[in-house]
């Protein structure tokens, strides 16, 4: 189980197309219980809440005050209700797009971004993260690739 890219992974991230527009399609697994690092206490935010409930703190941070920054927007976050097909235990899907993969990296350079990821690490037991660039995503050029074929 893993909440991080590997190196190998993050350079295989760096071989997509530059300066175009990346969707993120991630899975997610929470902690029954957020787990928090000892000794953590921040004034206002209660550790004693469910790995989802301290994502949500994360997200609604991620969403409010960095996506803005670098033009990135979520476009779908709710519960995995079934999978249907595959393996896998997934709590909730979250569906974010950003204006290009070098903007994706500098939120997670922005001031104050390391201060609200101690949410993120307690939360998230698991993840699974797959990305694409807007143009190998776009659902007009596969029905012209298979139109063209008849």
């Not at 993050?10 to 997509?16: I, K, N, Q, S």
């Amino acid at each position: 189980m893993a909440i991080e890219p590997t190196q190998q992974q993050v350079d295989a991230l760096g071989m997509l197309p530059q300066d175009q527009p990346v969707i993120f399609l991630n899975c997610h697994k929470y902690f029954e219980r957020a787990r928090y690092p000892d000794g953590y206490i921040q004034p206002n935010v209660d550790t004693d809440v469910s790995g989802k409930e301290a994502y949500h703190r994360y997200l609604w941070s991620v969403e409010t005050d960095f996506m803005p920054q670098v033009g990135g927007r979520f476009i779908l976050v709710g519960p995995v209700e079934l999978v249907l097909i595959g393996e896998g235990d997934w709590d909730e899907i979250v569906v974010g797009e950003y204006p290009s993969k070098e903007e994706a990296f500098r939120m997670q350079t922005l001031d104050g971004y390391a201060d609200i990821n101690v949410h993120r690490e307690a939360g998230l037991a698991n993840v699974m993260t797959m990305s694409f660039t807007q143009s190998q995503f776009d659902r007009l050029s596969v029905s012209d690739a298979w139109i063209n074929r008849l």
